[in-house]
């Protein structure tokens, strides 16, 4: 059974960092096109920063120089490591997989901000 588990979520004030992890699992080890998406009640889910099974990363302007995304291919483990956080970055953020044409998510984790 595929399956994504993300953890890392919390309250942290603003300024402050948090970690996110995202594992993936019931796969072939290899790499594959991993992201990070958030949503808030009553907007869209929106992109924060996705990586392509070759390694090529790309990230929302909203989040550029303050996010980084990293993998870990041995434990099939993307990271978003989130710094400056601000209040809006309050939100779930949800881990995403493409494998063969579907798209897997996992359960979501909820990064509040606020002092």
């Known amino acids: 059974q595929i399956q994504l588990v993300e953890s890392g979520g919390g309250l942290v004030q603003p300024g402050g960092s948090l970690r996110l992890a995202c594992k993936l699992s019931?796969?072939?080890?290899?790499?594959?096109?991993m992201a990070w998406y958030r949503q808030t009640p009553g907007k869209q889910r929106e992109l924060v920063a996705a990586?392509?099974?070759?390694?090529?990363?790309n990230y929302a302007d909203f989040v550029k120089g303050r996010f980084t995304l990293s993998r870990n291919n041995a434990e099939m483990t993307i990271y978003l490591q989130m710094n400056s956080l601000k209040p809006e970055d309050t939100a779930v953020y949800s881990c995403n997989a493409k494998l063969w044409g579907m798209d897997y998510w996992g359960q979501g984790t909820l990064v509040t901000v606020s002092s």
């Open positions: 019931g796969v072939r080890s290899g790499q594959y096109d």
């Open positions: 990586i392509t099974a070759p390694g090529d990363g």
